[in-house]
């Protein structure tokens, strides 16, 4: 059984930092990417970072330049890397695995999510 544990998330100033950390355990199959999504109250849920079993990365556009993501493949584990935090970047940060298909698109796999809230 899959299981994507986040942790690191909490309350910080505008302008701080935290790193988020999510363990992926139970895979027991090939990961295409890793990634992170947040869903702010009242909101989508939106894309925050991706990056690939290759290591190419992706960001939303309104994080670029403040947040980073890496991954570690032996230990199936990927972390977010947030600087200079806004308060609009409150919001549950959730992990995402996706699962390599051969023949079809590829399967999420979610964990709980963790909740930043940043302060003004």
């Known amino acids: 059984q899959v299981q994507l544990v986040e942790s690191g998330g909490g309350l910080v100033q505008a302008g701080g930092s935290l790193r988020l950390s999510c363990a992926a355990s139970?895979?027991?199959?090939?990961?295409?990417?890793m990634g992170w999504y947040r869903q702010a109250p009242g909101k989508q849920r939106e894309l925050v970072a991706v990056?690939?079993?290759?290591?190419?990365?992706n960001y939303a556009d309104s994080v670029k330049g403040r947040f980073t993501i890496s991954r570690d493949n032996a230990k199936n584990t990927v972390y977010l890397q947030m600087n200079s935090l806004k308060p609009e970047d409150t919001a549950v940060y959730y992990c995402?695995?996706?699962?390599?298909?051969?023949?079809?698109?590829?399967?999420?796999?979610w964990g709980k999510g963790t909740l930043v809230t940043v302060s003004s």
């Open positions: 995402n695995v996706q699962r390599r298909m051969a023949s079809t698109t590829d399967i999420p796999y």
């Open positions: 139970g895979i027991t199959f090939s990961i295409s990417a």
């Open positions: 990056i690939t079993s290759g290591g190419t990365t």
